[in-house]
């Protein structure tokens, strides 16, 4: 069964930097969309980031301009570059593939920590 591996969350200070990495552990055919999503603490989760196969991004408001995703859909990687991180940015950070035909595949959650 594929499996997606996170890797790159850990704790920083407010206005740090982390970048958050996934790997699918098996080549997925007819992935559209890469994404990242996070789930703090008694919160729902939410969208941080989408990128299309043919390279078109969307972003939660509250990241715009300071989170840049990128895939690479040979390599079946995505990457998540999060700069001047909040506070509020703590979470569990959450990769998904989502396949032309519905299926979501989710990574196990990387835990991101920013302390004020």
């Known amino acids: 069964q594929v499996q997606l591996v996170e890797s790159g969350g850990g704790l920083v200070q407010a206005g740090g930097s982390l970048r958050l990495s996934c790997t699918a552990s098996?080549?997925?055919?007819?992935?559209?969309?890469w994404g990242w999503y996070r789930q703090a603490p008694g919160e729902h989760r939410e969208l941080v980031a989408t990128?299309?196969?043919?390279?078109?991004?969307n972003y939660a408001d509250s990241v715009k301009g300071r989170f840049t995703i990128s895939g690479d859909a040979d390599r079946d990687t995505v990457d998540l570059q999060m700069s001047s991180l909040k506070p509020e940015d703590t979470a569990v950070y959450y990769c998904a593939f989502d396949h032309i035909l519905g299926e979501r595949y989710w990574g196990q959650g990387t835990q991101v920590t920013v302390s004020s």
């Open positions: 990128i299309t196969r043919s390279g078109t991004t």
């Open positions: 098996e080549h997925i055919f007819n992935i559209n969309v």
